[in-house]
């Protein structure tokens, strides 16, 4: 498999504070990866920084070859890079089905037409983008009356419109139920097994991590401690350590789900 | 040397007139995030109640001082029954309604001081003991404005003694920074208001009733310092009292030695230092971006298309529009056609604000300069009309294409102040500029060539541009770049999260709202046959807001009622004695009746008619 995203030697500096040092990692095609950590790891740092939202100090962080580095979030967007929030952000005064006509007539370039009907353009594709995460009943709605959830799986949708090699996915189920959560994540796991997308995420919901990632990477005071299958996460203990000063808890964990 | 320390003192005590004003209202704005244009009326009603007080008990030193208090104390008093009889009611209400509701205030103070005080200016006494001047490096300086620059500091520590050292002003503090936490933290937050206007108020007021030993007190006192003091606190950071206080000096002293060498820039000096600061210092010298927060606002509903009813209304409505020369006499055409360009403007701005939720206060810029470059390109360079209208519009794109330059770096109140220190420019320079603009005197003679010469025809001229106009802009609105626009307002994240570069599309959005106003321009100069530096001035540009926020921003038809019903009700009260106060009282009841604007209120009896119907 050919390597999607290529991270090299990337770090970032809060004053003195280390946020993120040294890190290093590839994603293969097809490929759903999990950053993981605890509060303060430099998840979010990372993940800003391969998003274009923040310049790091060092290192390189590249797509199919080209660097994303120094280019703003919509640049990043336009080289096949999609995203969703940890705080979902959609268009509010609009439908869920004109949210996601929005990010096709974005990616078709035709923002500055000023004479088409904007509710015209794209129907079939964006029905057919809602139909993937089971919005289409749901498309005539305004996005304002929509329960979290369901933004999420918009949000979704969404970030899928330009098809996109890659997809971050930042804290993808935080404010969910725990059944929502096991949903989203197995659709975004069967999106990823479809093929053509490969997906980093950060979580801090282990159940999630452990049933769904292909491979996980664990930080810890913003470098990399661990790396590898949900097993051989669980069986680190520099990772028990981190989490939990020692103990087995996510077998526990684990065994619940 | 002398001569400059002079300057330098004159300057000083300038500053501290100015920062009562603007304290004062950085006070207001911080803690209820009321844009206060009654601030000005407050200061107005200051001077003239000082004015009575002091002439009563004239001649003692403690009659002086005792009626400027006093004076202050009622103006504080006034601002309590302001604050519990509308603006308690509407501090729901979008945020720039009860922007709406203080001008309904300056209109009715207008003509209430018009009744009381009359229309001649007022010479105040000067202040007992205080009405020499002294000689400092050989120049003779005014005792009262030595006493001025001992009364601002004097104030300020005042102030940051009260903010820091109570828990009333500890509270205001918080509530600048955050209003909904201290609400959170089970504040009461209308007693909380309430006291913040009524302390707003009174140093307003202060500073009004200071001001008569240096200045008539006359009825223009209040539009004229409402700028100015909108200026300060914008630099000084808005919520912040020392930031007013820095920004008031500043102003004050570079203003008392720019006119030593260009007289005439005192006009726009504020405005332009204002632009100056915003550009580097977003949120003024010491704002802090946390300050901007208001109360978040009810998300809009989605565009619909026009309902096959409303369709047909809107085009019956079209219908006897167009036919309406033909059964109606000429000044009725002449009325319609002013219905026609506030319409147009009404549309543009609301283009601007309610789509791109960029709002303006300087407006009236781009409507000015379509009608200046029109009547310029005919005076200057032998334009027929119809050249003339395609120049006046493209001419206001190219200043909407530099003004809106800076103006999209900057977002919210922050925005609306650049906009209106755009439009001061622009009404400064032409204002002074007599050889080419004729300043106050307008360009004259801007009229259309002899077929279209007759107020009939000029009609129709009027029709298919501003119904045109208007027409393309709806279009736009539903048109993918219009769609855009609404989702930069609604989430600048997510759009540039989809790659639109926002920045640039909220600069096209101003650029496009621009052209439309600059449209509107044109065909209001050559149905006047003339031009004058009001087209441009802040008191348009009120119009503006106070049309798109009366017929209620969160509709596409708003601004088209509400331009409207403001054309028509302006027209028939204009006739009348004291036409300010029955316009400013029927402002007030729209305000208070229909917070969602004309075009809500009416879907609102809708939805009662036929719950009752059923």
Same mark, same amino acid.
């Given at each position: 498999m050919s390597t999607v995203l290529q991270v090299r030697g990337l770090s970032k500096s809060f004053g003195g504070i280390r946020a993120v040092r040294d890190v290093n990692f590839d994603l293969a095609e097809g490929e759903f990866l999990a950053l993981i950590g605890p509060n303060g790891a430099g998840k979010t740092t990372c993940f800003n920084m391969l998003n274009g939202y923040l310049p790091p100090d060092e290192g390189t962080v590249s797509l199919g070859g080209q660097s994303l580095i120094g280019k703003p979030p919509r640049d990043i967007w336009r080289m096949g890079v999609g995203r969703t929030f940890q705080i979902t952000s959609t268009f509010m005064s609009m439908t869920v089905v004109e949210n996601v006509q929005m990010a096709l007539i974005s990616h078709h370039r035709r923002v500055f037409d000023l004479f088409s009907r904007a509710t015209r353009l794209y129907v079939d594709e964006a029905m057919a983008l809602l139909d993937l995460v089971s919005m289409r009943d749901?498309? !005539?709605?305004?996005?304002?009356?929509?329960?979290? !959830?369901?933004?999420k799986r918009l949000e979704l949708a969404i970030a899928l419109a330009h098809e996109p090699a890659l997809l971050l996915m930042d804290e993808p189920t935080a404010g969910m139920a725990p059944s929502e959560r096991v949903a989203l994540m197995a659709l975004t796991a069967e999106i990823v097994a479809r093929g053509g997308?490969?997906?980093?995420?950060?979580?801090?919901?282990?159940?999630?991590?452990?049933?769904h990632a292909h491979r996980i990477l664990v930080l810890n005071r913003g470098e990399i401690i661990a790396e590898g299958s949900g097993s051989d996460i669980r069986a680190n203990p520099l990772v028990q350590e981190v989490y939990l000063g020692g103990g087995a808890v996510f077998e526990t964990e684990a065994s619940d789900a | 040397m002398g001569f400059y320390f002079a300057q330098l003192l004159t300057g000083l005590a300038n500053a501290s007139s100015l920062f009562l004003i603007a304290s004062g209202l950085s006070i207001i704005f911080g803690v209820?995030?009321?844009v206060n244009f009654a601030h000005g009326s407050f200061y107005m009603l200051g001077a003239y109640l000082a004015y009575t007080l002091v002439t009563l008990w004239s001649g003692s030193v403690l009659g002086f001082w005792g009626g400027v208090v006093l004076a202050a104390?009622?103006?504080?008093?006034?601002?309590?029954?302001?604050?519990l009889t509308i603006l308690r009611r509407i501090y729901h209400a979008p945020e720039l309604f009860q922007l709406v509701a203080t001008f309904g205030v300056v209109l009715i103070v207008q003509d209430a001081a018009l009744a009381i005080w009359g229309a001649e200016d007022l010479l105040g006494p000067r202040a007992p003991g205080l009405d020499r001047a002294v000689r400092i490096l050989g120049e003779p300086i005014p005792e009262y404005d030595l006493a001025l620059i001992a009364i601002g500091p004097a104030v300020l520590a005042g102030i940051w003694l009260l903010f820091h050292k109570t828990r009333w002003g500890v509270l205001v503090r918080a509530a600048t920074q955050d209003r909904e936490m201290v609400g959170a933290l089970g504040i009461n937050q209308a007693w909380l208001f309430s006291a913040a206007f009524v302390l707003g108020s009174a140093l307003a007021g202060l500073g009004g009733a200071l001001q008569i030993p240096r200045e008539a007190v006359s009825l223009q006192m209040d539009l004229s310092i409402i700028g100015e003091a909108f200026v300060v606190v914008v630099i000084g950071g808005m919520g912040s009292v020392s930031g007013a206080f820095v920004a008031a000096v500043l102003i004050s002293v570079l203003n008392s030695f720019a006119i030593l060498i260009f007289p005439q820039i005192s006009i726009v000096l504020p405005f332009i230092v204002m632009a100056i600061v915003l550009i580097f210092r977003p949120y003024g010298i010491l704002g802090k971006p946390g300050s901007e927060a208001g109360a978040p606002e009810a998300p809009e509903a989605p565009l619909t298309l026009m309902s096959p009813k409303a369709m047909m209304v809107m085009c019956a409505g079209l219908m006897a529009l167009a *036919?309406?020369?033909?059964?109606? +006499?000429?000044f009725t055409s002449v009325l319609l056609v002013d219905v026609m360009v506030a319409t147009l403007f009404a549309v543009s701005l609301h283009f601007m604000m309610g789509i791109g939720g960029m709002v303006s206060f300087g407006h009236a810029a781009y409507f000015g300069v379509g009608a200046y470059a029109a009547a310029l390109a005919v005076k200057f360079l032998g334009f027929g009309m119809l050249p003339a209208m395609a120049f006046g519009p *493209?001419?206001?794109?190219? +200043?909407?294409? @530099? @003004?809106?330059?800076f103006s999209v770096r900057l977002s919210g109140v922050y925005l609306a102040m650049l906009t209106l220190a755009? +439009?001061?420019?622009?009404?400064?320079?032409?204002?002074?500029?007599?050889?080419?603009? =004729? &300043?106050?005197?307008?360009?004259? =003679?801007?009229?259309?060539? &002899?077929?279209a010469s007759s107020d009939r025809v000029y009609f129709y001229i009027a029709f298919v541009l501003c119904v045109g106009g208007i027409w393309v802009m709806r279009r736009i609105a539903y048109s993918p770049f219009g769609y855009v626009l609404r989702g930069v307002r609604d989430s600048q994240t997510r759009a540039e999260a989809i790659g639109v570069d926002t920045r640039f599309h909220q600069w096209m959005g101003f650029v496009i709202a621009g052209a439309f106003a600059g449209l509107a321009g044109v065909v209001f100069?050559?149905?006047? =046959?003339?031009?004058?530096?009001?087209?441009?001035?802040?008191?348009l540009s009120i119009d503006g807001l106070i049309m798109v926020l009366l017929g209620g921003i969160h509709a596409l038809a708003g601004p088209i009622l509400g331009a409207s019903a403001f054309v028509l009700i302006e027209d028939w009260v204009t006739r009348l004695d004291y036409w300010r106060f029955i316009f400013g009282t029927i402002i007030l009841v729209v305000v208070l009746v229909a917070p969602d604007g004309i075009a809500g209120g009416i879907q609102r009896l809708w939805r009662i008619i036929k719950r009752g119907a059923a």
């Amino acid at each position: 498999m050919s390597t999607v995203l290529q991270v090299r030697g990337l770090s970032k500096s809060f004053g003195g504070i280390r946020a993120v040092r040294d890190v290093n990692f590839d994603l293969a095609e097809g490929e759903f990866l999990a950053l993981i950590g605890p509060n303060g790891a430099g998840k979010t740092t990372c993940f800003n920084m391969l998003n274009g939202y923040l310049p790091p100090d060092e290192g390189t962080v590249s797509l199919g070859g080209q660097s994303l580095i120094g280019k703003p979030p919509r640049d990043i967007w336009r080289m096949g890079v999609g995203r969703t929030f940890q705080i979902t952000s959609t268009f509010m005064s609009m439908t869920v089905v004109e949210n996601v006509q929005m990010a096709l007539i974005s990616h078709h370039r035709r923002v500055f037409d000023l004479f088409s009907r904007a509710t015209r353009l794209y129907v079939d594709e964006a029905m057919a983008l809602l139909d993937l995460v089971s919005m289409r009943d749901q498309a !005539g709605r305004a996005c304002s009356e929509l329960a979290y !959830g369901d933004l999420k799986r918009l949000e979704l949708a969404i970030a899928l419109a330009h098809e996109p090699a890659l997809l971050l996915m930042d804290e993808p189920t935080a404010g969910m139920a725990p059944s929502e959560r096991v949903a989203l994540m197995a659709l975004t796991a069967e999106i990823v097994a479809r093929g053509g997308v490969s997906v980093v995420f950060t979580e801090h919901d282990m159940d999630v991590v452990f049933a769904h990632a292909h491979r996980i990477l664990v930080l810890n005071r913003g470098e990399i401690i661990a790396e590898g299958s949900g097993s051989d996460i669980r069986a680190n203990p520099l990772v028990q350590e981190v989490y939990l000063g020692g103990g087995a808890v996510f077998e526990t964990e684990a065994s619940d789900a | 040397m002398g001569f400059y320390f002079a300057q330098l003192l004159t300057g000083l005590a300038n500053a501290s007139s100015l920062f009562l004003i603007a304290s004062g209202l950085s006070i207001i704005f911080g803690v209820t995030r009321i844009v206060n244009f009654a601030h000005g009326s407050f200061y107005m009603l200051g001077a003239y109640l000082a004015y009575t007080l002091v002439t009563l008990w004239s001649g003692s030193v403690l009659g002086f001082w005792g009626g400027v208090v006093l004076a202050a104390l009622v103006v504080g008093l006034i601002g309590l029954v302001v604050e519990l009889t509308i603006l308690r009611r509407i501090y729901h209400a979008p945020e720039l309604f009860q922007l709406v509701a203080t001008f309904g205030v300056v209109l009715i103070v207008q003509d209430a001081a018009l009744a009381i005080w009359g229309a001649e200016d007022l010479l105040g006494p000067r202040a007992p003991g205080l009405d020499r001047a002294v000689r400092i490096l050989g120049e003779p300086i005014p005792e009262y404005d030595l006493a001025l620059i001992a009364i601002g500091p004097a104030v300020l520590a005042g102030i940051w003694l009260l903010f820091h050292k109570t828990r009333w002003g500890v509270l205001v503090r918080a509530a600048t920074q955050d209003r909904e936490m201290v609400g959170a933290l089970g504040i009461n937050q209308a007693w909380l208001f309430s006291a913040a206007f009524v302390l707003g108020s009174a140093l307003a007021g202060l500073g009004g009733a200071l001001q008569i030993p240096r200045e008539a007190v006359s009825l223009q006192m209040d539009l004229s310092i409402i700028g100015e003091a909108f200026v300060v606190v914008v630099i000084g950071g808005m919520g912040s009292v020392s930031g007013a206080f820095v920004a008031a000096v500043l102003i004050s002293v570079l203003n008392s030695f720019a006119i030593l060498i260009f007289p005439q820039i005192s006009i726009v000096l504020p405005f332009i230092v204002m632009a100056i600061v915003l550009i580097f210092r977003p949120y003024g010298i010491l704002g802090k971006p946390g300050s901007e927060a208001g109360a978040p606002e009810a998300p809009e509903a989605p565009l619909t298309l026009m309902s096959p009813k409303a369709m047909m209304v809107m085009c019956a409505g079209l219908m006897a529009l167009a *036919l309406s020369p033909l059964f109606t +006499a000429e000044f009725t055409s002449v009325l319609l056609v002013d219905v026609m360009v506030a319409t147009l403007f009404a549309v543009s701005l609301h283009f601007m604000m309610g789509i791109g939720g960029m709002v303006s206060f300087g407006h009236a810029a781009y409507f000015g300069v379509g009608a200046y470059a029109a009547a310029l390109a005919v005076k200057f360079l032998g334009f027929g009309m119809l050249p003339a209208m395609a120049f006046g519009p *493209l001419c206001a794109a190219l +200043a909407a294409l @530099f @003004f809106g330059w800076f103006s999209v770096r900057l977002s919210g109140v922050y925005l609306a102040m650049l906009t209106l220190a755009a +439009a001061q420019i622009l009404w400064g320079v032409t204002f002074q500029w007599q050889d080419f603009t =004729g &300043g106050d005197d307008g360009i004259l =003679g801007v009229w259309p060539p &002899g077929w279209a010469s007759s107020d009939r025809v000029y009609f129709y001229i009027a029709f298919v541009l501003c119904v045109g106009g208007i027409w393309v802009m709806r279009r736009i609105a539903y048109s993918p770049f219009g769609y855009v626009l609404r989702g930069v307002r609604d989430s600048q994240t997510r759009a540039e999260a989809i790659g639109v570069d926002t920045r640039f599309h909220q600069w096209m959005g101003f650029v496009i709202a621009g052209a439309f106003a600059g449209l509107a321009g044109v065909v209001f100069a050559f149905s006047k =046959g003339s031009v004058f530096p009001d087209s441009l001035g802040i008191a348009l540009s009120i119009d503006g807001l106070i049309m798109v926020l009366l017929g209620g921003i969160h509709a596409l038809a708003g601004p088209i009622l509400g331009a409207s019903a403001f054309v028509l009700i302006e027209d028939w009260v204009t006739r009348l004695d004291y036409w300010r106060f029955i316009f400013g009282t029927i402002i007030l009841v729209v305000v208070l009746v229909a917070p969602d604007g004309i075009a809500g209120g009416i879907q609102r009896l809708w939805r009662i008619i036929k719950r009752g119907a059923a």
